[in-house]
């Protein structure tokens, strides 16, 4: 009379305090149709492995066949901690994004003033000459801004001197629009008018 259970996945589940477990299966040399099981479970087995386990039953005794368990180690790729030293640069690293932000706010700023003022002034119809020195102060300011930057290497040089170099063509855009400055070839090519 053998009888036999494979891979039961609720042995997890069972506790190992239980000492006897009844089991009713059929019996196929037994008269009746179902015959009752005792079984005595050792209290040093224990269930809660996660890995199947296969349990046959034969004549009134247990065996349990396990699968090897395998122990894995888990080690952890960098240490949670921060060394002091990279510490001390992540602190600084803050301290000069912290800085350098202030000083590329700063010109972005001056720089926007500075096109504001342009843009009114071209769109004022009845602007005099006098006025561009407001303009010149507000590009004076930009320009120290600016340099002030580049000198810290908040900027690189060559967008500060991009940035400059835009402001002195807006400014110079507007004296041309109102006719207080005549560029060079129109000057030359006036001159060349008149000798003729």
């Known amino acids: 009379m053998a ?4 891979c039961l996945s609720s042995c997890a589940t069972l ?27 050792c209290s040093s087995l224990s269930f809660a492995q996660s890995v199947s386990q296969c349990v046959a039953f034969s004549s009134g005794t247990m065996w349990v066949q396990k699968k090897p368990v395998r122990h894995s ?6 240490p949670t901690k921060k060394a002091d030293s990279a510490a001390k640069r992540a602190r600084q690293a803050e301290k000069r994004r912290v800085y350098n932000k202030s000083k590329k706010s700063e010109a972005r700023t001056r720089m926007k003033k500075v096109l504001e003022a342009l843009d009114g002034l071209k769109k004022k119809a009845d602007a005099v000459p006098d006025e561009i020195v407001t303009v010149e102060k507000l ?30 063509r807006r400014k110079k855009a507007v004296e041309i629009h109102h006719g207080w400055y005549v560029p060079a070839t129109a000057q ?9």
Do not use: W
Request: hydrophobic share 45%; proline share 1%; charged share 20%.
């Open 188 to 196: 030359a090519a006036e001159a060349a008018a008149m000798a003729a």
């Open 139 to 168: 590009i004076g300011e930009a320009y120290s801004a600016i340099d002030k930057a580049v000198k810290v290497r908040a900027l690189h040089k060559n967008t500060g001197a991009r940035r400059k170099s835009r402001l002195a």
């Open 15 to 41: 506790n190992s305090k239980f000492k006897a477990l009844s089991i009713n299966g059929a019996s196929s040399s037994s008269s009746s149709p179902t015959s009752s099981f005792s079984i005595r479970v």
């Open 3 to 6: 009888t036999i259970v494979q």
């Open 73 to 78: 180690i888990v080690c952890e790729a960098a």
